[in-house]
């Protein structure tokens, strides 16, 4: 089975502090993706790459950085913390190639307070 | 743009009733993908099925169906003889197939199973 890991399910950051959430997949899939849930307004895509050292812009990337230097890691960056981005994040990864699209398989999630 | 509707954020229903989940989409591909998962209370997001744009033949997978239909743009997905075990958000999601096969979510439909 795909396994994601999310290093941390809770953290609690300080407004201003920058803020690394890291995310592995053990399954060598070339895509990975970056998402923020919130009550009301679903999965929302922050960042997403399909190779290493690539990356692409989701729908709400302000705010934000990624990074993926090997293939089974991708980084979420939140440069400067802000009580905004208080949220639930979850990292996700899939197969690629070709045109059949893959599911996705999610992370557990890392829920992300900014005081 | 894509957009995935969830028109229903809540559904609460008796075991053993029926229930149906209702997803509508817009694309202006040709060729996409359309997904359900579901999210239980433990929170980590679960495949349950996918479809191509091609193929909208209707799928039984035990106590789950769906129906695609092209002409509606929907994808609904039905419960038979709801348990409690099925008490979860559900989502529905509509995939390109091109940008590593990026997901655009419906807000979600939390469903409650009562005894």
């Known amino acids: 089975d795909v396994k994601v890991t999310q290093s941390s399910r809770y953290l609690v950051k300080r407004t201003g502090e920058k803020v690394f959430l890291e995310c592995v997949q053990d399954m060598d899939h070339e895509n990975m993706f970056w998402y923020r849930q919130d009550p009301g307004l679903g999965l929302r895509l922050i960042y997403f790459?399909?190779?290493?050292?690539?990356?692409e812009k989701g729908d709400i990337p302000e705010g934000y950085s990624v990074s993926r230097e090997k293939k089974e890691r991708f980084s979420l960056i939140l440069e400067s913390a802000s009580t905004n981005q208080t949220s639930m994040y979850l990292c996700?990864?899939?197969?690629?190639?070709?045109?059949?699209?893959?599911?996705?398989?999610f992370g557990n999630g890392t829920r992300l307070t900014v005081t | 743009a894509q957009k995935v509707t969830q028109a229903q954020t809540e559904i609460s229903v008796v075991e053993k009733e029926d229930v149906t989940l209702d997803c509508v989409y817009e694309?202006?591909?040709?060729?996409?993908?359309l997904f359900w998962y579901k999210q239980p209370p433990s929170g980590e997001l679960v495949f349950l099925i996918r479809?191509?744009?091609?193929?909208?033949q209707n799928e039984i997978s035990g106590r789950y169906s769906w129906n695609f239909q092209k002409s509606t743009s929907s994808f609904n997905f039905t419960i038979t003889a709801s348990q409690v075990v099925d008490s979860a958000v559900y989502f529905c999601?509509?995939?390109?197939?091109?940008?590593?096969?990026?997901?655009?979510f419906g807000d979600g439909t939390t469903l409650t199973v009562k005894p």
């Open positions: 999601a509509l995939s390109e197939t091109t940008n590593a096969g990026k997901s655009t």
């Open positions: 996700a990864s899939s197969a690629g190639g070709g045109n059949r699209i893959s599911p996705l398989h």
């Open positions: 790459s399909y190779d290493v050292k690539m990356k």
């Open positions: 479809r191509n744009s091609f193929d909208e």
């Open positions: 694309t202006r591909d040709t060729t996409y993908y």
